[in-house]
């Protein structure tokens, strides 16, 4: 973020996890949350009355199912977080803002991909009826959105991993790793 204005923000408790791009994201949230010291972020369903004003205020990060008021909200992964354990976050770069106003500053992930890189993740991709076609598009469209974040995030480059076991393990250093330091982000303007 070269010539922007930041604050350091000093996160307390183990901070959510947003694993990018989002089709690897799903083939690896379950993975990683199996790990001890993760748990996986899970859906509430609320009354109209209840998600309405969560809505309001700016609580629901993301909606599964907008006729039964399923969504993830920030007071499910406070509650993660309040336990000492890092919430995997199942959602996509549009949380990042609204979890940011929550004062929650997660550890955001991008694991770069490469044709070679998707062929190691075959099988995986398959088991969620994905190809690999898929895993490099939604990496190229995601890539330059990361940019336009207001908090720096962590790549992965393809060459440190060499399966989904390793890929696993290199994301646990990365975490541990991104969780001992500072958080610098841009502040608020809208």
Not at 18 to 43: K, S
Not at 97 to 102: C, E, M, P, S, V
Not at 167 to 187: A, F, G, H, M, S
Request: contains cysteine.
């Amino acid at each position: 973020m070269p010539y922007t204005l930041v604050t350091p923000h000093y996160p307390p408790v183990c901070r959510p996890v947003l694993l990018l791009p989002t089709i690897l994201g799903r083939i690896l949230h379950n993975r990683l949350a199996e790990q001890e010291g993760y748990q996986l972020c899970e859906p509430e369903t609320l009354t109209v009355a209840d998600h309405a004003s969560r809505i309001q205020k700016g609580e629901v990060l993301e909606e599964c199912n907008s006729t039964t008021h399923c969504c993830y909200t920030v007071q499910s992964v406070e509650k993660i977080m309040k336990r000492g354990t890092h919430c995997v976050l199942p959602l996509g770069l549009d949380c990042v803002r609204r979890l940011h106003r929550a004062e929650i500053f997660p550890i955001i992930i991008f694991v770069a991909s490469t044709e070679r890189s998707a062929r190691r993740l075959k099988h995986k991709l398959r088991q969620k009826c994905l190809t690999e076609a898929q895993l490099l598009e939604c990496s190229r469209s995601e890539e330059p959105l990361l940019d336009k974040l207001p908090c720096l995030y962590r790549t992965i480059p393809p060459e440190n991993w060499s399966d989904s076991a390793s890929l696993v393990d290199t994301l646990l250093y990365v975490v541990q790793d991104e969780q001992r330091k500072i958080v610098w982000v841009e502040p608020d303007l809208w």
